[in-house]
Structure formats: C-alpha cells, structure tokens
C-alpha cells in the first residue's frame, strides 16, 4: 500500500533504539525524510546512517535530552516545516508505591507528559496552517491496565491520555490528527532491562522470566519494533486521516478487554 507520505517531513523523538527506531523505520521506507532525535550520538548516528542507505531519504539527527528544556528547545530549532511527529522517551522506573516521591512524579510527569504535550504545542500550529499534520505518541499498555510496577508511567501516562483526547478533537478540523500507540512488551532494550530488574528482585533467570512473560501473552511472543513502526506509519499515512484520538493497543491480546 502506498501510505501517500513520500516527501513529508517528520520528527522521531528516542529514536535510535527501540519502538522509535521501528518507527522512524517504517516512515523513511514510505519516502519520508527524517530527524530522528536521542540523547547519546554514537548509536543515533549508526541508526541515521542505517535508515540513510536502505531508504534513500534524508535523515538529520538531533542530539539532546528531550524531556529537558533547553535542549528540547535546540532540537525545535532545528525542526522546521514539520508534518509528522512522533513522540517517545524512555519510561520511568519500576518500583512500589511507598517509595515515590514528589521529585519522582515530577521526573515521570516531566518525561512522559509535559514533554509531549510541549512538543504538540509548538509543531501543532505549522500543521494546522499547512491543513495537514500527524502526531503519534508512544504511550504503554499501562494505560488501559495499570502496571502496578510502573506506577510513575501509569499516572504520567494517564495525564497525557486525558491531554490528547481533549486536543486531538479540537484541531482535527484543520486535517491534523492525533492518536497513541500503546504497547505492550516488545523485544527491545527497555524490557531487557525492565526484566533485569525483576530477575534481581525474584531471583529467577532472565531468560525463565521472558518465557513466562510470553508465555502470559495470547501471542506467545512478544512484539517486535518493525511491526510497531509499520502500525505508526499507517497512522502517519494518508488513509488515517479519519483516526482521531484513539489509543491503539500493540500488545498481542495481553490486556483483556472487550473494548
Ligand atoms: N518495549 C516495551 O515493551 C514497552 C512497553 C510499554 C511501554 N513502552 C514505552 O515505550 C517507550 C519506548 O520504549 P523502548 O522499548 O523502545 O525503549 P528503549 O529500547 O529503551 O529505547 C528508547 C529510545 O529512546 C531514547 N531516549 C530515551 N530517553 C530519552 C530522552 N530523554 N531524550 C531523547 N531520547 C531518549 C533512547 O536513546 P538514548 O538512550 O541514547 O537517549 C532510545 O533511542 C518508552 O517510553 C517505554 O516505557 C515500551
């Protein structure tokens, strides 16, 4: 299928591994040219030069923190005359409730909340004068069914999930919309290391883990970053334009709900 995006411009934030990698992927392979932002530069430029080669497009990287301010700034600077962004940071750390404090929620709140909502707010109004625009923001599973684990992703992550849903419906007049991706476990470094942790903490094997965790999930794997990044390119493509608000589960069938 032609996602008829060759040519736009889109912004891939934590993308040089992972789910944002699987993104930026799938949009360079439908002919869009690319910034693709993460902190560390060694691995952001491996993966532009990478995406450079197989797909003939044009791919810029924007180092820097994104969940900080001035050098999410920097990197703005350098995004102009965007079409699609896609949003995307590392989730917060595991832990239990008695141990969160309000610096904690801040950092989380901080990450996986005000940062994406930051980002919408400055492309959102070249979009809208262009009457075109697509925002993807990577959320979690943990949306629809909380984690207990992660509840500093689960409560940033809802925050953010009540943002979208009020904006997305009022700037999707103009041909611009807005929609979450939720994922649920994916073979990248995050669950690598997310199982490191419990394995410490259970004394079990990463390994025995990982196979109980596929074993958990009607797929009986886990999800992989090309098939994701084809789900967010769709969304990103023409055909979507009708998709509004909406919070996709990526996950298998692991949350089990009707709706
Ligand atoms: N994988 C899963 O199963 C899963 C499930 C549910 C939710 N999620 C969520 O989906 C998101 C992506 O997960 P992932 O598995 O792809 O993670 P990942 O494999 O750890 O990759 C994260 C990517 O984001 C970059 N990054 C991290 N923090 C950043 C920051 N502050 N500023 C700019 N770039 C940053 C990383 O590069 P640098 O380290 O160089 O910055 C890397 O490119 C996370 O929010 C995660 O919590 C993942």
Request: charged share 20%; proline share 3%.
């Amino acid at each position: 299928m032609d996602l008829g995006i060759r040519g736009k411009q889109a912004l891939v934030c934590g993308a040089s591994r992972g789910l944002g990698l699987g993104c930026a992927t799938a949009l360079a392979e439908a002919g869009v040219n690319l910034i693709i932002n993460a902190r560390s530069e060694g691995n952001l430029t491996k993966s532009a030069e990478m995406i450079a080669k197989t797909y003939e497009v044009d791919v810029t990287i924007a180092v820097g923190d994104i969940t900080d301010d001035r050098e999410r700034k920097k990197v703005l600077e350098m995004a102009t005359d965007i079409d699609i962004l896609v949003t995307n940071a590392g989730g917060p750390p595991p832990g239990i409730w008695q141990d969160w404090e309000k610096t904690d929620f801040l950092r989380a709140l901080e990450a996986n909340m005000l940062t994406p909502i930051a980002l919408m707010k400055k492309l959102l109004p070249g979009m809208i004068e262009k009457g075109w625009g697509r925002v993807v923001n990577i959320t979690s599973q943990s949306v629809k069914a909380p984690i207990a684990t992660l509840g500093l992703s689960n409560s940033a992550r809802a925050g953010l999930t009540g943002y979208v849903a009020g904006t997305a419906r009022q700037v999707a007049y103009s041909g611009v919309t807005i929609n979450n991706l939720l994922p649920g476990s994916h073979s990248t470094d995050r669950i690598t290391g997310l199982l490191t942790v419990m394995s410490k903490e259970k004394g079990i094997g990463v390994k025995e883990l990982r196979r109980e965790m596929e074993a958990s999930i009607p797929a009986k794997r886990l999800g992989t970053r090309e098939e994701f990044g084809a789900a967010c390119a769709f969304l990103c493509s023409v055909h979507a334009g009708y998709i509004v608000g909406q919070n996709i589960l990526i996950d298998g069938g692991a949350v089990n709900v009707t709706i």
